[in-house]
């Protein structure tokens, strides 16, 4: 067996010695991140070899430690990626940031809400579907769509319809209807994702509205005027709109001095018991981030909003609207200024 | 995307909707795209190094084919504008003049908004065409060394190794070809100065599996100096270092992997049904089944019936 040892050993000294050597001796292991193929060579550099033949000491670093690099990345397994010799990288270990927040998760829909509470499951609908008339299959909706109803070309009067109503437009007008009432709701529930005013719906067209609908209706209507309905005359008889809009109720000016006192101690015990606490550090962060966002965010609307003064002072000669945006341009000016001088005065002495 | 679709103004077209989630920030980013802008004033020189550092970027590159204006540390909002309109966030920006010669200001956002910012001085430049050998395929991922003890211990030179490996990385990669691996680019930080070098990668026999690593450089080689630094605080950039949590990985079913390391699967299978096993042909076996023969007849019956109906 021995025999066989001392043969194995001496091949593989033979061939070492036909090759160069792979191993490279280092003081301290470099750091490997093999996802970004990165090598992190901590060890001082030797100043007096660099000075001396600046390339070649950089090149028989950047030889050794891409050999450490390479090293590594053979140990790792392969696999055969047509007719390559593929090797899987691991994780990346280097901390990089982001070149955008991370999204943040879509809040449900309210149907999604209802239906996870009833249980109803999505069920997934084929896209193509049989058209009974035409016999063939078309798309369930969009450009020749299947059982498009809008194509038809005539349509029966049902029976207790008014004949002389256009059956082509009532129909067109239900479509519109009910893609504006679907559009609606999908900004209601942008809104409530948003924490946004949830927009109401307001009035809707009913064939038969109910008394308060038609008072709330006329309520509506005497309000819209540019003068919020404080000149529209009344009519005789007319009765005050009940349950729609507040009223402010004030406390007489004079009056209930025990009452007004409470009010006023009352407003210092809140005061005094709810000091939200601070938290000096955090704070301390949040306004230097916010400052370092800042400036940029208001140059950019600085620099609209003084194009467009320039418009009006040209109009009216001079004016508030001209004195201000002298008074926002003079201050880019004269940071700028300062610096302009600095280098003239350098230019000037260098001249001399 | 749900954020596309978390829009008041929906995208009017199917390419619009696909180029905003294109846009839209997702959890597994895409490769960062790098903007090479010229400065009011540049030097042959800049103007050569922004032109061969946009070839080593290439794939994830836009090139500003006119001046730009603008002085990235008085006022980031063009640059920042440059970025919301490009989807880039890494920026090289290359002006000359007397008080900063052969300037460069490396930079990167987040959000749209200027994270990090250095600005560095060309003192010493050779370009690829100086180097005479054969270069590389554009686009190779390329291997990035760092060496030096001020990329360990100095705050700002610790920021910029991050920008360079950021800058520099390439695409990313989960499979890498071995062969492909021909692209090393060296930073190091020695005599107050960063010295860049790139070289190819030739691949010798060592006797063993493991390839001997011989280097010749192809360029661009610089030697750069650090000159003013804008670097974000220690909060902005803990906050944009966030990394998303990511979701119990799906559990795979009926598939294990045994002591040897060889995958089993369990299959399901349904009863199988004998009666319609084929077995050996014979023509003594050679008969229908009774339901076979009814339907048949059936078949008979009813393709003679239409033809009798049309006549």
């Not at chain 1, 819209?224 to 007489?252: C, D, I, N, W």
């Not at chain 2, 959000?111 to 590389?136: A, C, N, W, Y």
Request: charged residues 35%; proline residues 5%.
């Amino acid at each position: 067996m021995a025999t066989v040892e001392d043969v194995l050993e001496s091949v593989n000294r033979s061939q070492a010695s036909k090759y160069k050597t792979i191993e490279v001796q280092k003081d301290v292991e470099p750091q490997l991140d093999l996802g970004n193929l990165l090598t992190v060579d901590q060890n001082p550099l030797e100043l007096k070899k660099f000075r001396a033949d600046k390339e070649a000491y950089l090149k028989s670093q950047a030889r050794d430690n891409t050999q450490l690099l390479f090293n590594a990345i053979w140990k790792l397994p392969t696999e055969r990626v047509e007719e390559a010799i593929c090797v899987k990288l691991p994780e990346t270990t280097t901390v990089l940031p982001r070149e955008k927040p991370i999204p943040k998760v879509k809040p449900p829909t309210r149907w999604e809400q209802y239906a996870q509470l009833k249980g109803i499951q999505k069920r997934k609908k084929g896209r193509m579907v049989w058209d009974e008339e035409i016999k063939e299959w078309r798309p369930r909706w969009g450009y020749k769509r299947a059982n498009d109803e809008t194509k038809d070309w005539v349509i029966e009067v049902p029976g207790n319809a008014d004949p002389n109503e256009d059956q082509f437009e009532k129909r067109m007008k239900a479509k519109k209807e009910r893609v504006a009432k679907n559009e609606l709701q999908r900004l209601r529930n942008i809104a409530r994702a948003t924490r946004s005013k949830v927009p109401g719906v307001g009035l809707t067209p009913t064939e038969k509205p109910s008394k308060e609908e038609v008072g709330l209706a006329l309520h509506l209507a005497k309000k819209s005027t540019a003068s919020l309905g404080k000149f529209t005359e009344k009519l005789p008889k007319e009765k005050e709109a009940k349950h729609v809009g507040k009223k402010r109720k004030f406390e007489p000016a004079i009056g209930d001095f025990k009452k007004e006192k409470e009010q006023q101690l009352n407003i210092i015990d809140v005061m005094e018991n709810k000091k939200p606490k601070l938290d000096i550090t955090k704070a301390v962060n949040r306004v230097i981030s916010q400052q370092e966002q800042e400036p940029s965010d208001e140059r950019r609307k600085r620099g609209v909003k003084v194009k467009n003064r320039r418009g009006p002072p040209r109009k009216k000669g001079s004016g508030g609207f001209g004195k201000k945006g002298k008074a926002g341009k003079g201050k880019g000016a004269k940071g700028m200024g300062g610096k302009g001088k600095g280098k003239m005065g350098k230019g000037k002495g260098k001249s001399r | 995307m749900a954020t596309v679709m978390q829009r008041i103004v929906k995208p009017k077209t199917q390419a619009a909707k696909r180029g905003l989630e294109v846009r839209a920030p997702k959890l597994e980013e895409n490769d960062k795209v790098a903007m090479f802008i010229k400065g009011g004033h540049t030097s042959e020189t800049i103007t050569q190094v922004l032109k061969e550092l946009y070839l080593l970027k290439k794939p994830n590159a836009i090139t500003f084919k006119r001046k730009n204006i603008m002085r990235p540390f008085d006022d980031q909002s063009s640059i920042e504008f440059f970025s919301q309109k490009n989807d880039s966030s890494l920026f090289l920006f290359g002006s000359h003049s007397k008080k900063r010669p052969n300037n460069l200001v490396l930079g990167r956002l987040y959000d749209h908004h200027v994270l990090d910012m250095v600005e560095l001085g060309v003192t010493h430049f050779r370009s690829m065409q100086d180097f005479p050998t054969e270069k590389i395929a554009m686009g190779t991922k390329p291997c990035l060394v760092f060496e030096g003890e001020a990329f360990e211990q100095d705050h700002k030179h610790r920021r910029l190794k991050n920008m360079l490996i950021d800058f520099f990385r390439g695409v990313k990669a989960n499979n890498v070809r071995l062969q492909g691996l021909e692209h090393v680019l060296q930073f190091t930080a020695l005599d107050g100065k960063v010295m860049v070098r790139s070289y190819k990668v030739l691949l010798k026999k060592s006797g063993s599996r493991t390839p001997r690593v011989e280097l010749s450089e192809i360029g661009p080689a610089l030697d750069l100096e650090v000159r003013r630094t804008r670097l974000a605080s220690d909060d902005l950039y803990k906050k944009a270092c966030k990394k998303p949590k990511k979701g119990k990985p799906k559990k795979v079913k009926n598939v294990k992997t045994d002591v040897f390391g060889a995958k089993m699967g369990r299959v399901h299978m349904e009863r199988q049904d004998f009666s319609k096993l084929q077995t050996r042909k014979m023509k003594g076996l050679k008969r229908q089944a009774p339901s076979d023969k009814e339907n048949a007849k059936k078949a008979k019956t009813e393709s003679s019936e239409p033809s009798a109906q049309e006549t």
